[in-house]
T-cell receptor
Framework: KQEVTQIPAALSVPEGENLVLNCSFT??????LQWFRQDPGKGLTSLLL?????REQTSGRLNASLDKSSGRSTLYIAASQPGDSATYLC???????????FGKGTTLSVSS | EPEVTQTPSHQVTQMGQEVILRCVPI?????FYWYRQILGQKVEFLVS????????KSEIFDDQFSVERPDGSNFTLKIRSTKLEDSAMYFC??????????????FGSGTQLSVL
């Protein structure tokens, strides 16, 4: 059964810092992994979908990596801004590939 | 960018009452989902719907829950007799193709359900 864990649960950084959010998953037989952003009281926005064949995917200041063998993914945010403050969720497919299993998220606060 | 639309944004109901949560999926998307998030907890999968039938459901999705696509555009989640523990944010989500969770997932902004 797929389980997804994210550390840290919360992170506070000053503006301009580079940071890394971590995600681990138990079932490594996945085709991809997704990272989402959630603002308070709002829905989820897909940031990056990284295929198992890619190892890395980039969008602007965001870079996600995937290492299936170790069951880990990281989301790197470069030059953080106050507007990056949100909860970042990692999600991996279940065994059947029919649903996403989410981690609890990392709540990021970037101060100006 | 196309959006998944959910109504209402907030719903307050008494325990034991029936509620229907509504979603308008992105046009031409094929796979539909309901997820929920209890305050402070993980986003949890409830049910997936493809080709006009349930594709998969979780342990949470018991006989009190049902889904349907009544008119070819709306996608609804019905809770027959609400319990206090059903209080949560309910999200509708869709994917464009038939690959389910292996595609980019588009979420609606959610319906906050409060059961009193």
């Amino acid at each position: 059964k797929q389980e997804v864990t994210q550390i840290p649960a919360a992170l506070s950084v000053p503006e301009g810092e580079n940071l890394v959010l971590n995600c681990s998953f138990t079932d490594s037989a996945i085709y991809n992994l997704q990272w989402f952003r959630q603002d308070p009281g709002k829905g989820l926005t897909s940031l990056l979908l990284i295929q198992s064949s890619q190892r890395e995917q980039t969008s602007g200041r965001l870079n996600a990596s995937l290492d299936k063998s170790s069951g880990r993914s990281t989301l790197y945010i470069a030059a953080s801004q106050p507007g990056d403050s949100a909860t970042y969720l990692c999600a991996a497919p279940n065994q059947a590939g029919t649903a996403l299993i989410f981690g609890k998220g990392t709540t990021l606060s970037v101060s100006s | 960018e196309p959006e998944v639309t959910q109504t209402p944004s907030h719903q307050v109901t008494q325990m034991g009452q029936e509620v229907i949560l509504r979603c308008v999926p992105i046009s031409n998307h094929l796979y539909f989902y309901w997820y929920r998030q209890i305050l402070g907890q993980k986003v949890e999968f409830l049910v997936s719907f493809y080709n006009n039938e349930i594709s998969e459901k979780s342990e949470i999705f018991d006989d009190q829950f049902s889904v349907e696509r009544p008119d070819g555009s709306n996608f609804t989640l019905k809770i027959r007799s609400t319990k206090l523990e059903d209080s949560a944010m309910y999200f509708c989500a869709t994917t464009p193709g038939s690959y389910g969770a292996n595609e980019k997932l588009f979420f609606g902004s959610g319906t906050q359900l409060s059961v009193l």
